[in-house]
């Protein structure tokens, strides 16, 4: 299995300030048609998790651009550039290159400051 | 707007077998543009796939789960459906289904059902 390590567990931002989130994998998630398979997600409390990266630094629809993911191989990150209030909650990395079986990091809680 | 929803009985007995069925509407649940997908979530705990099933109608299991776990899917009542067998009290978690796009995510998530195994 492909084990995926977020870092940190914690994260205490205060509003306006940036953010950074990483996800290190055990094996590449970069494919040989160049793309990595990693994907970013967003519990807020209470809430069904929502996509907001995939395929490494691509945004979903209707994610403010103030989210960026960059990083290729084994190693990933998710920005936020000024953490705002809706921010709040657990974010998850997740594999997607090795289908079995697909593999999510432990999750990183942000919190305000 | 694609809709999920999660359905089943909240509480399962120890050894018995866990049914849940995630209802789609305002799409199609036969497109070979998407897969479909349970993850689960323990009480306090992160994320856990399940297994997906593609339009092809193969299916992929979580190789810890695999011997359990039953994904399907009824086109002519657009859902997805989840069998667990001889479930334990590791098995109480919140379940999802989700919709994974090609090229994509899980962009479309339920709203998740509570199941609990308890006597």
New interface residues.
């Given amino acids: 299995?492909i084990v995926v390590t977020q870092s940190p567990l914690s994260l205490p931002v205060t509003p306006g300030e940036p953010a950074s989130i990483s996800c290190r994998s055990s094996q590449t998630l970069l494919h040989s048609n160049g793309y990595n398979y990693l994907?970013w997600?967003l519990?807020r409390p209470g809430q069904?998790?929502?996509?907001l990266?995939?395929?490494g630094s691509?945004r979903?629809?209707g994610v403010p651009d103030r989210f960026s993911g960059s990083g290729s191989g084994t190693d990933f990150t998710l920005k936020i550039s000024r953490v705002e209030a809706e921010d709040v909650g657990?974010y998850?990395c997740?594999q997607?290159l090795q289908?079995?079986?697909?593999?999510?990091?432990?999750?990183t809680r942000l919190e305000i400051k | 707007q694609l809709q999920l929803q999660e359905s089943g009985p909240g509480l399962v007995k120890p050894s018995e077998t866990l049914s849940l069925t995630c209802t789609v509407s305002g799409g199609s649940i036969s497109s070979s543009s998407f897969y479909w997908g349970w993850i689960r979530q323990p009480p306090g705990k992160g994320l856990e796939w399940i297994g997906s099933i593609y339009y092809s109608g193969n299916t992929y299991y979580n190789p810890s789960l695999k011997s359990r776990v039953t994904i399907s899917v009824d086109t002519s009542k657009n859902q997805l459906s989840l069998k667990m067998s001889s479930v334990t009290a590791a098995d109480t978690a919140v379940y999802y289904c989700a919709r994974r796009t090609y090229g994509s995510g899980f962009d479309y998530w339920g709203q998740g059902t509570q199941v609990s195994v308890s006597s």
Wanted: charged share 5%; aromatic share 14%; hydrophobic share 35%.
């Fill in positions: 299995d994907d997600y519990q069904s998790p929502q996509l990266i995939y395929l691509n979903a629809s657990v998850y997740l997607a289908t079995l079986p697909l593999t999510f990091g432990g999750g």
